[in-house]
C-alpha cells in the first residue's frame, strides 16, 4: 500500500510539473539553466510560446570534430531540459573561426539531423574563447506544435545537412541564402545586386511552400563580404520590401563560399504587422528607415532590428557604446509595450571580442535578471566606428 501511495504520488508530481511547464510556456518566458551555479549573462535557454531560443554554445576539445560533437552534446543537454530532442530544431547559426574547418563541421552536423534537418546558416566569426573552432545557437519548437519541413516546387532535394525552410505555425525559418539559382544550382552573374536580387527570389520561392510572402518577413541578417558593397546591396535589398521593411542586421563577415558575396536569413510571420518606431533620445519623433524597421512586431512577438551606440562620446570606447545601444533598444521595446524582461534572444556582434567582457558590463547594467538567450561573437559591423551591434527578440 505505502508503495502505491508513493507511485501516486510520484504521478501528481509529475503531473504538476507538468501543468506548470505548460502554463510556463503559454504566460511567457522560462529560463532553462544547464548550470545553475554560473553568473554568465545570458540563460543556457528560454522557452516562450511555442519557441525554444538556445544560446551560442562553445566546447572544448581537439579538433573541429571533436569541438562541433561538443557543441551539439551541449545543445542538445539543453534541448533535454526544454523538454525536447534535435528532432524539433527549427533553425542553427553556426560561427566557425576558420571555413576550413566547413567540412569537418558538416560530418559530424549531419550525424546530429540524420533526416528532415533544420535550417541553418554558416558563416565565419571570431569566438570569445581562443581556442574555439566552432559555436553554434538554435531555435526549436516545442513537443506536439507543427515542424514541417519546406520543399520549393521545382527543387532538387538538399544534400546538405539542412533545409531550405521550417514552417511551424505561423512562423518560418529559412536557411541562410545565397545569390545562386536552387532550382538548378547555378550562381549569378552581375555583381552585388544580382545577388541580392536571387537572394530574394529564392526567398520567394521557400515562402511560397507555406502560402506566404516576402510582406510575411519580419527579421532578417545580413552577412556581407566587403563593407563597399553595402550601399549597392540597401538599394536592390529595398526593392523587395515597400511597406514594412523587416527588423535588420547587417555584419561583415567571410562566407563558406568565396563566390559569393551576401547571405541573407530570414524569419516570416504571417499575421498583422506593426511597425514600431522609437523615439530619440531626446524625446523628437524617429525617422524611419527604407531598409529597416527599429522593430516589427506581430502577435505576442517583437522582432528588434541591430542597434548601435556610435556617437562623439562614444566613439573610441566599446563599454559605452553597449551602454548606448542598450538604451536605444529600452526605447525602441517601451516604443512597442514591452521592457526588457520580455527578451527571449539576441545575438552580440563585437568587432573585437578581446572587449567581450567590456560589453558585459553594460550588458548587465541594462539586463539584471532572467537573462534571454544569446550568441556573441566577433564581425565587423557597416559603422566605421562601430564597436558593438545588439540584436534581440522580446515575447509578451
Known amino acids: 500500500m505505502r508503495i502505491m501511495h508513493a507511485k501516486l504520488a510520484v504521478v501528481g508530481l509529475g503531473i504538476c510539473l507538468l501543468v506548470l511547464e505548460l502554463a510556463a510556456f503559454q504566460g511567457g518566458k522560462r529560463v532553462i539553466r544547464r548550470d545553475t551555479s554560473s553568473n554568465a549573462p545570458f540563460s543556457s535557454a528560454v522557452a516562450a510560446g511555442d519557441l525554444i531560443y538556445l544560446s551560442g554554445t562553445l566546447a572544448r576539445g581537439e579538433g573541429i570534430r571533436e569541438q562541433t560533437r ?32 566547413f567540412q569537418g563541421m558538416n560530418e559530424v552536423f549531419r550525424e546530429y539531423f540524420p533526416t528532415d534537418p533544420p535550417t541553418r546558416t554558416t558563416v565565419q566569426a571570431d569566438l570569445v574563447r581562443e581556442d574555439g573552432l566552432v559555436e553554434m545557437s538554435m531555435i526549436a519548437i516545442r513537443s506536439g506544435v507543427e515542424r514541417t519541413v519546406l520543399q520549393p516546387e521545382g527543387w532538387p532535394t538538399s544534400t546538405a545537412p539542412y533545409s531550405y525552410g521550417i514552417k511551424s505555425g505561423n512562423t518560418v525559418f529559412l536557411a541562410g541564402i545565397v545569390g545562386r539559382s536552387y532550382r538548378d544550382n547555378m550562381n549569378v552573374d552581375g555583381g552585388i545586386q544580382a545577388e541580392t536580387r536571387a537572394i530574394f527570389e529564392n526567398a520567394r520561392q521557400i515562402l511560397a511552400a507555406a502560402d506566404m510572402s516576402l510582406s510575411d518577413v519580419v527579421a532578417s541578417r545580413v552577412y556581407i563580404t566587403d563593407t563597399t558593397l553595402f550601399r549597392d546591396m540597401n538599394a536592390a535589398y529595398s526593392e523587395h520590401f515597400p511597406d514594412i521593411p523587416p527588423a535588420r542586421a547587417t555584419v561583415r563577415a567571410n562566407l563558406m563560399g568565396d563566390q559569393y558575396h551576401l547571405e541573407i536569413t530570414l524569419i516570416a510571420v504571417a499575421g498583422t504587422k506593426e511597425r514600431i518606431t522609437r523615439t530619440n533620445a531626446d524625446g523628437t519623433p524617429g525617422r524611419e528607415s527604407s531598409v529597416l524597421s527599429h522593430a516589427v512586431r506581430v502577435g505576442n512577438r517583437l522582432y528588434l532590428s541591430g542597434m548601435l551606440g556610435v556617437n562623439d562620446e562614444t566613439r573610441t570606447d566599446t563599454q559605452a557604446q553597449a551602454r548606448q545601444a542598450l538604451a536605444t533598444i529600452g526605447r525602441t521595446l517601451t516604443a512597442a509595450g514591452f521592457g526588457f524582461e520580455h527578451l527571449v534572444d539576441g545575438v552580440v556582434y563585437l568587432t573585437d571580442m578581446s572587449e567581450w567582457a567590456e560589453m558585459n558590463v553594460a550588458y548587465r547594467e541594462a539586463i539584471a535578471s532572467d537573462f534571454p538567450a544569446r550568441a556573441a561573437v566577433g564581425t565587423g559591423l557597416m559603422s566605421g566606428d562601430g564597436r558593438v551591434e545588439i540584436m534581440f527578440t522580446a515575447v509578451r
Open 70 to 101: 561538443g557543441v551539439l552534446d551541449n545543445l542538445g543537454e539543453a534541448l533535454e531540459l526544454a523538454g525536447v530532442g534535435y528532432d524539433r530544431v527549427a533553425t542553427v547559426t553556426v560561427y566557425l573561426r576558420n571555413a576550413n574547418d
